[in-house]
């Protein structure tokens, strides 16, 4: 087998295991009536504070309507809320409910569990190598 295929096969096997760790904290964490642009919203939710519809339009790019749109399945979904500004009564503030709070997480606790999975596999040498090779393929 070529060095072309085998890297191949490596990242398949790593897709896999990355799956697997996806599978188990999905049985923890109540994502599975979420779309993935639906899990991308609520992570960037969850990393801003006082985020109003104006700030979630710009770092989305798209129109105040479609943020309203979108604000508003994820009210449904139970993930967010809307508080209304008591300063300016027409802005309002997305925050995260506890449900979209577990779901913010889980990509992190993904990472962190695969993360856990390769540190017991690997030697510290292999582990400084494989973070320096993932550190340069990041920034191809």
Do not use: W
Request: glycine content about 2%; proline content about 2%; charged content about 30%.
């Amino acid at each position: 087998m070529d060095i072309k295929n085998e890297l191949i096969e490596a990242l398949i096997k790593f897709n896999d295991r990355y799956e697997r760790c996806h599978m188990e904290l999905s049985c923890e964490i109540p994502i599975a009536e979420l779309k993935i642009k639906q899990l991308r919203y609520i992570e960037i939710i969850g990393k801003s504070s006082s985020l109003t519809f104006s700030q979630f339009a710009e770092k989305l790019q798209i129109t105040k309507p479609s943020v309203t749109s979108i604000i508003n399945q994820l009210i449904k979904l139970e993930c967010v809320r809307k508080n209304q500004c008591n300063i300016d009564g027409r802005k309002f503030f997305i925050e995260l409910t506890p449900k979209g709070e577990k779901i913010a997480l889980f990509n992190n606790l993904k990472q962190k569990k695969l993360a856990e999975k390769i540190h017991f596999a690997l030697s510290e040498r292999e582990l400084e190598l494989f973070i320096e090779l993932l550190n340069k393929i990041v920034n191809i």
